[in-house]
């Protein structure tokens, strides 16, 4: 019983602990363009990214021959779409 008693007890607090974490597709038009997130590179568009909410996180999206934009993740449900523009 007492075992018991500390697994609910431990179960409990690790949903206050554990990160909250969330999946978001980033898609890109044009398509195969960068994507770095909070720094790091995370792969080509289409690709799905996983995110703590818990932390401020943002995108740098860019593709050679493109503007670079950055997008926050605040506030992105599910999916975040950028539309890239040509550069000058």
């Known amino acids: 019983m007492k075992n018991f008693v500390i697994l609910l007890l431990i179960s409990a607090l690790s949903s206050f602990v554990s990160p ?3 999946t978001i597709l980033v898609k890109s038009d044009p398509a195969g363009a960068e994507v770095i997130l909070n720094g790091y ?3 080509k568009t289409p690709v799905e990214i996983k995110i703590d909410e818990k932390q401020y996180n943002f ?5 050679s021959g493109f503007n670079r934009q950055r997008v ?16 000058l």
């Open 20 to 22: 909250a974490t969330k």
């Open 41 to 43: 590179f995370v792969g």
């Open 72 to 87: 926050e993740l605040k506030g992105i449900s599910k999916e975040v779409e950028v539309k890239l523009e040509k550069d």
């Open 59 to 63: 995108i740098s999206v860019s593709k």
